[in-house]
């Protein structure tokens, strides 16, 4: 009978899903859901409080490593190449449909924007294309048709020809076209639903 109780997760406590909450667009009852998924998806590799790499790529059904790479590091806001339970609920509420355009714009940007130095190069944004062309089965796009996307994308949001995108060309870019963040928007309802 010890065992037993020594392998039982800890709960969420209300004053935690309350803290939580008071950051996040998630009510307290929302984060207790979501602290259900998260220790859904950490026990599938390693049981201790975090998700890695392994444990997310395979929870969001990620064919591509790059690409599971490329969100996982936006979600691991320190950098510990593991998500605690807070940046999970951060993440998260960013892509809920209650989050504003320029939320979800910014963690896009933090996507594309592997090296981190504040622009999209032409090179990231092709990474991303074909990591995102990689998940789907049913769109077949030639290397010279991404090619022609990637030169098409800066002459409509590189205004300044700088030939990077910066976080503000891309948030003018979503606010005049907010359907490119749809990719970043989780079905809700699934989401809440008690697992």
């Given at each position: 009978?010890?065992?037993?109780?020594?392998?039982?997760?800890?709960?969420?406590?209300?004053?935690?899903?309350?803290?939580?909450?008071?950051?996040?667009?998630?009510?307290?009852?929302?984060?207790?859901?979501?602290?259900?998924?998260?220790?859904?998806?950490?026990?599938?590799?390693?049981?201790?409080?975090?998700?890695?790499?392994?444990?997310?790529?395979?929870?969001?059904?990620?064919?591509?490593?790059?690409?599971?790479?490329?969100?996982?590091?936006?979600?691991?806001?320190?950098?510990?190449?593991?998500?605690?339970?807070?940046?999970?609920?951060h993440?998260l509420?960013?892509?809920?449909?209650?989050?504003?355009?320029?939320?979800?714009?910014?963690f896009?940007?933090?996507i594309?924007?592997?090296?981190?130095?504040?622009?999209i190069?032409?090179?990231?944004?092709?990474e991303?294309?074909?990591?995102?062309?990689?998940?789907?089965?049913?769109?077949?796009?030639?290397?010279?048709?991404?090619?022609?996307?990637?030169?098409q994308?800066?002459?409509?949001?590189?205004?300044?020809n700088?030939?990077?995108?910066?976080?503000?060309e891309?948030?003018k870019?979503?606010?005049?076209?907010?359907?490119?963040?749809?990719?970043?928007?989780?079905?809700?309802?699934?989401?809440?639903?008690?697992?």
């Amino acid at each position: 009978m010890g065992n037993n109780e020594s392998k039982q997760k800890p709960g969420l406590s209300d004053e935690e899903a309350t803290r939580i909450s008071k950051q996040t667009h998630f009510s307290p009852d929302e984060v207790k859901i979501l602290y259900k998924r998260f220790l859904l998806i950490e026990s599938t590799h390693i049981v201790d409080q975090q998700i890695d790499i392994t444990e997310f790529q395979t929870a969001l059904g990620l064919v591509s490593k790059g690409f599971a790479l490329r969100i996982f590091t936006a979600f691991d806001k320190n950098g510990s190449k593991n998500i605690t339970f807070d940046e999970f609920t951060h993440c998260l509420s960013v892509l809920c449909p209650k989050a504003s355009l320029s939320e979800k714009a910014t963690f896009c940007f933090e996507i594309y924007d592997n090296d981190k130095n504040g622009t999209i190069s032409r090179q990231e944004l092709k990474e991303v294309l074909e990591f995102s062309l990689a998940e789907s089965n049913s769109v077949h796009v030639s290397p010279q048709q991404i090619d022609q996307i990637v030169d098409q994308t800066f002459k409509q949001v590189d205004s300044d020809n700088s030939g990077g995108i910066t976080l503000q060309e891309f948030l003018k870019a979503a606010n005049n076209n907010p359907s490119i963040l749809n990719c970043v928007t989780l079905n809700y309802d699934t989401l809440m639903t008690e697992p």
